[in-house]
């Protein structure tokens, strides 16, 4: 074997060695009009991600790695103003003060997206919750090299339709909606105490709006048959405000990078697309995408038409 069948050789091994220990990225997509700030919390057992907190930029993007079997949740910040230390608040989904999260979660009300993916050939689970409470509209779409995968979500802006009594104010009007455990605290809205099993606790008047509103995204604790979902992709596109499009000049912006992963196609573009081609630089991936059902219709028009206007 001569040096460079050697180097290629070598070459290969850590290309290989990188996709088996890497099984999954996450590319997150801020679609808003505004400024937001993801944070990111692992799961008990699993590794922080590369970043626990960020700040992105209308009609940008950013790609992180997670390793097999990585559990946790994601979600955005709004109303955010940090220091140059990174200390600061936010309005919405605040995680104590920081701009890396650092292995803080949301504080409530806040959209979230919860994923665990399999290791080997296990498939991954994963939901948009509202349990929490709600900020901000979420699309959530798994790329898949074959096949089919659901997408899920919650394309609603449910601040203008939340009950006074939900409502959090902020600059400009209601800024997010809680849920109504937060709001009264009673275990029959928290699932807790004599109503801690899905035999006692039912869907609530409150929890109806948001069902009613996101029939994909988990609206009360044991809101399972209709909310979690199961796949094997390779990545999730995560898009904050699917439906609300951002102006810009020349088409929207070539994402940022984190590990290595650039911003290898529109996320968005995606959604009106049944076929995309990404260059990795180690591999060509074919990926298909399908969004499916009520949510992938209001998703693919809504932002079509938007994209048509500007």
């Known amino acids: 074997m001569g040096p460079s069948s050697r180097v290629f050789t070598s070459v290969l091994v850590l290309v290989l060695s990188f996709q088996l220990s890497m ?30 907190g960020f700040q992105l930029e209308p009609g940008r993007s950013v790609r992180m790695a997670a390793p097999p079997g990585w559990s946790g949740r994601m979600w955005a910040r709004t109303g955010c103003e940090f220091d140059a230390q990174g200390a600061g608040t936010c309005q919405t989904g605040d995680c104590g003060g920081r701009m890396e999260c650092g292995g803080a979660g949301a504080l409530p009300p806040a959209t979230l997206f919860e994923i665990t993916l399999g290791k080997g050939k296990d498939p991954d689970y994963y939901d948009v919750s509202l349990v ?40 400009g009007g209601v800024v997010a909606c809680k ?22 606790c039912k869907p609530s008047f409150y929890s109806s709006i948001f069902k009613n509103a996101c029939p994909r995204a988990y609206s009360y604790a ?5 909310s979690t979902f199961t796949c094997k992709a390779y990545d999730y596109t995560i898009i904050f405000c699917p439906v609300n499009g951002t102006k810009r000049s020349g088409g929207f912006s070539t994402g940022q990078a984190i590990n290595g992963h650039g911003d290898e196609s529109d996320p968005l573009a995606m959604a009106s697309s049944a076929t995309v081609v990404s260059f990795h630089p180690s591999f060509l991936l074919l990926s298909v995408v399908f969004f499916q059902a009520a949510l992938n219709d209001l998703i693919t028009s809504a932002f079509m038409n938007k994209v048509g206007a500007q």
């Open 23 to 52: 099984c999954c990225t996450f590319t997150i997509y801020n679609n808003c009009p505004h400024t937001i700030w993801p944070g990111t919390l692992a799961g008990a057992g699993t590794p922080q991600l590369s970043t626990t």
């Open 132 to 171: 929490d409470g709600y900020n901000l509209p979420v699309a959530a779409a798994p790329r898949v090299p074959r096949g089919r995968c659901n997408a899920t979500g919650c394309a609603a802006d449910l601040n203008r339709a939340c009950p006074k009594e939900l409502q959090v104010d902020g600059d």
């Open 179 to 200: 849920s109504a455990c937060e709001a009264f605290g009673l275990d029959e809205y928290c699932c807790s105490g004599e109503f801690g099993s899905p035999g006692t």
């Open 222 to 226: 044991f809101d399972d048959g209709t």
